[in-house]
């Protein structure tokens, strides 16, 4: 007959045998699970301009993707003790807004959190009909629950649920056809090691309050975020969408970022990663602010800059960058939340964002269940209507040759430039600051599109448009260049429509 402390030695052991066994497999299997991939791919440093280019073609073309933030956040909606904690704001940050232990968040929260069969399809179907080519999802928030169906976590899909959710999105993203990217959270609200009071600037429920367990060794908690990225690393996702660090606590000092990066790199040597292990100004940032202050990124700190809720003014030439946004102002679903964004914002974002070189990842959130929220499901419809006649003028191409057009913006493809006009000119004659001979004009339509006379003059090429824009948003234009884009000086005289 076991005693009581014998009993509570044995169920100790078991527990922590639990978390640490299966974490030094992987640490171990990690190590030798080196593969026969060349030197290029193994050592990031190594890879050259040709072989990172040739890595981020399709993210570089894909231009635009689905953010999905989900998780057991989605089920209590912006709501606890039955009131609206906001009605603005991240409600993804519910467990830290309330200042609720973890415990008590997850008592509440479980039991609302009951994902439907099938939704997973519905999110790509979704995705993919309005032109997404990739989507990013939540495996992890700050809350610490994983949606896959962990060996190293108790606090998961697989051991809660006995579900791996992580798996049925992957599955059903790729089945539409679409790329697939784990954002993926260092910051852990959950685990019993993360030493939360290391930094003053990155979010949790007890910062400033002394640790609930007694000292806190954060060592193994990044242990457990090492093992539990590459057990993620098995689904082979295509993007690693770290979030996030702050300037006093980030890279190797909080999350051993050289060595997550470099084993993920030898497991995905394709993956595309982003720069938040890091919150330096070599990686991309300045301060909390996400503007690039840097001409190159170095792979060792991710492979593209994230630009958060905000479209950087110029772009930011020679990088590749992502601005990632919310469809109102809350990036895990809140009942309380109603600052939709018009159809018109979130095209004409699109088109900004595309027109300045950049990708544009915009975020759903789904309800406890999956589903979407029906204003979602009317943003996303819109948007592909749109991306079904003008896609060609956002995917594959490159930022504007002009610095600005009063009228709205142009994308590039090699000799072609589209020309997005928001502002149909109300004389019907629209100018372009070029000196190209134009072959060929056409304006894109939903069924066919219009051949358009071009005529040198007013300080470029005079384009002739019917009377009535296409689309109320954004009509586009293609022009077919003589040659490479050769832009005229000076501000192109064109008589915009009055605002
Ligand atoms: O704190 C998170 C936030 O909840 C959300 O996930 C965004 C998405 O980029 N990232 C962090 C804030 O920068």
């Known amino acids: 007959m076991k005693t009581n402390s014998r009993r509570r030695t044995a169920s100790n052991f078991v527990r922590h045998a639990r978390r640490i066994v299966p974490i030094a497999c992987c640490l171990l299997a990690l190590m030798l ?3 026969t991939i060349d030197a290029a791919e193994r050592s990031p440093a190594m890879e050259t301009t040709a072989q990172r280019d040739a890595r981020m073609q399709w993210w570089r073309d894909a231009r635009f993707g689905m953010f999905v933030h989900w998780g057991l956040y989605s089920g209590l909606a912006g709501t606890w003790n039955g009131k609206a904690v906001a009605t603005k704001g991240g409600m993804e940050w519910i467990q830290q807004r309330v200042g609720a232990d973890t415990g008590t968040y997850a008592q509440r929260a479980t039991p609302l959190f009951k994902p439907a069969p099938g939704f997973a399809r519905e999110w790509a179907a979704l995705a993919r009909a309005a032109g997404c080519r ?3 999802f939540t495996t992890k928030h700050h809350d610490g629950f994983a949606l896959h169906d962990s060996k190293v976590s108790d606090y998961d899909a697989g051991s809660v649920l006995g579900r ?3 798996r049925e999105i992957t599955d059903a993203a790729r089945a539409e056809g679409l790329r697939v990217g784990f954002y993926h959270s260092v910051i852990d609200w959950h685990h019993d090691q993360y030493a939360y009071n290391r930094s003053t600037k990155l979010p949790h429920p007890l910062r400033g309050k002394p640790y609930p367990n007694g000292e806190r060794d954060h060592a193994k908690y990044v242990d457990y975020l090492h093992a539990e990225v590459a057990e993620l690393a098995s689904y082979r996702p295509d993007v690693l969408w770290w979030d996030y660090s702050a300037v006093d606590f980030q890279g190797d000092e909080a999350w051993r970022a050289t060595d997550l990066m470099r084993a993920v790199r030898v497991r995905l040597p394709r993956v595309i990663m982003n720069n938040r292990l890091y ?3 070599e990686a991309g940032w300045s301060g909390m602010g996400t503007t690039a202050v840097v001409a190159k990124l170095d792979t060792k700190y991710g492979d593209f800059l994230t630009p958060e809720q905000h479209i950087p003014a110029t772009g930011m030439p020679g990088l590749d960058w992502e601005t990632c946004m919310t469809l109102n102002t ?3 679903y809140s009942e309380h939340d109603h600052a939709w964004k018009s159809d018109e914002t979130l095209i004409r ?8 070189g950049g990708n544009y990842l915009l975020n759903i959130g789904p309800k406890g269940d999956g589903s979407v929220p029906p204003e979602t499901l009317k943003s996303f419809q819109a948007i592909g209507a749109w991306m079904k006649t003008n896609g060609e003028a956002i995917y594959g191409t490159t930022a504007s040759p002009f610095a600005k057009l009063d009228w709205g913006r142009a994308t590039r493809k090699g000799r072609v430039i589209y020309l997005h006009v928001f502002d149909w000119p109300k004389d019907t004659r629209l100018v372009v600051p070029l000196n190209n001979r134009i072959t060929r004009a056409d304006l894109l339509g939903s069924r066919s599109n219009t051949r ?5 003059g007013g300080g470029g090429v ?3 448009l019917p009377t009535i824009s296409p689309d109320p948003i954004a009509s586009v234009i293609k022009l077919q260049l003589d040659g490479e884009p050769r832009v005229a000086a000076g501000p192109a005289r064109t008589a915009a429509v009055e605002k």
């Open 33 to 35: 699970g080196v593969n």
């Open 134 to 136: 990739y989507l990013v």
């Open 164 to 166: 791996d959710l992580v």
């Open 279 to 281: 919150r330096i100004p």
């Open 330 to 332: 809350t990036w895990g």
């Open 349 to 356: 974002n699109l088109i900004d964002i595309a027109s300045k």
């Open 452 to 456: 358009l006379t071009v005529m040198p």
């Open 462 to 464: 005079s384009i002739q």
